[in-house]
């Protein structure tokens, strides 16, 4: 999975774009992509491949999840394995409880492992999202001028009307293929340990 071959069999994605963020909404995005450009959620680019807006869901503890919408993009992609080893109802047929010896299943996420799980760096100009401006970055967070320049590409020069791709550099909910690699790699860490 180290190039967009393997993913996407057609020879162009350049429809595949997200909108501009509304006025309204700019703030809160231009802070979102703050905190996700310090926690290395995502990345900046000069241009990308292809791009997705991002919607958010409730969470059960009340608080929101930001999704990127990979819906068009994955629709391109080649179809994803199905994870191995990934227990359905029927795995619940022969199994017996009573009284003296119950059945006890437990659901387990990976905390966190989406925000984790590094996307290769080859492949990030596919996974972008709604593009902003520095002068975005400077009016509505508190990110200097520094801590911006040092997340730039080379050669960029960081003024306000800098156009701004933010890129995930993690494997995004929202795409075909993260489930199965996320899924995958867990199963490939704990029969390695």
Known sequence: VETADAFFPVDTLDWVRAGRIGLSDRPEYAKLVVRQLR???VGLLPRVTSSASIFTVGKSSGGLREVWNGHDLSTL????????????????????????TPVVAFKRDARCFFDQLLLPTQLRSHFGRPWLRCSDIFRYTDMAFE???????????????????????????????SSFLAQSTLLAALANA
């Open 39 to 41: 926690s290395h959620k």
């Open 77 to 100: 992609a080649a179809l994803p394995p199905k994870p191995p080893h990934l227990a359905g109802v029927t795995a619940l047929i022969d199994l017996e409880a009573d009284e003296i």
């Open 147 to 177: 801590e911006l320049s040092s997340h730039l590409w080379p050669g960029a020069v960081c003024d306000g009307d800098l156009v701004l791709h933010p890129c995930c550099a993690t494997w995004p909910m929202g795409f075909s293929w």
